[in-house]
C-alpha cells in the first residue's frame, strides 16, 4: 500500500513539474528581452555583492589578526597616525619615495613626517627609529 501510494506521489508530482514546465515556456516566448536582462544584472549585481562582503570581511579578518601597536607608548611618544603609517613602511624597508607613492604623500611631507619621528623617539636614522620602535612595541 506504501510503495504504491509512494509511485502515485511521485508520479503526480512529475505531472505538474511537466505543466509549469509547458506554462514557463509559454511565458518565455512572452516577455522582452528586457526582462531577461534585467534578470541576469540583478544575478550577477547580487553575486558581485556578495563576492565584494566575502573580500572585505576576509582583508578585516587580516587586519584585526595583525599586530596591534602598543598604545600607551603612542600616546607617550606622540606619534600621530600618519606618522605612525610612516615608520611601518620605513620598518618593511620602504624608501621615501616609496613610501610617498604608497600613502599618497609628497617627497617632502614623508621626510617631514620622518624626522618628526626621529625626534619623538630619540634616533638618529631609520635603524635606530626602526630598532626603538621595536622596543617600545609600535611595530612588529
Known amino acids: 500500500m506504501k510503495k504504491s501510494v509512494f509511485l502515485y506521489g511521485i508520479s503526480l508530482a512529475l505531472l505538474v513539474y511537466v505543466l509549469k514546465l509547458i506554462e514557463y515556456r509559454y511565458y518565455v516566448r512572452d516577455?522582452?528581452?528586457?526582462?531577461?536582462?534585467?534578470?541576469?544584472?540583478?544575478?550577477?549585481?547580487?553575486?558581485?555583492?556578495?563576492f565584494g562582503g566575502q573580500l572585505v570581511i576576509k582583508r578585516i579578518h587580516s587586519i584585526s589578526s595583525a599586530f596591534n601597536a602598543n598604545a600607551t607608548s603612542l600616546k607617550l611618544t606622540g606619534i600621530s597616525k600618519r606618522e605612525y603609517d610612516v615608520l611601518t613602511l620605513i620598518s618593511k624597508g620602504d624608501t621615501n619615495q616609496q613610501i610617498a607613492d604608497k600613502l599618497f604623500l609628497s617627497l617632502n611631507t614623508v621626510k617631514t613626517h620622518s624626522s618628526s619621528l626621529y625626534v619623538k623617539l630619540g634616533a638618529k636614522r631609520r635603524t635606530q627609529a626602526v630598532q626603538k620602535a621595536k622596543e617600545l612595541k609600535l611595530i612588529p
Open 31 to 50: 516577455l522582452s528581452l528586457g526582462f531577461y536582462l534585467t534578470l541576469i544584472a540583478l544575478l550577477f549585481g547580487a553575486l558581485g555583492a556578495w
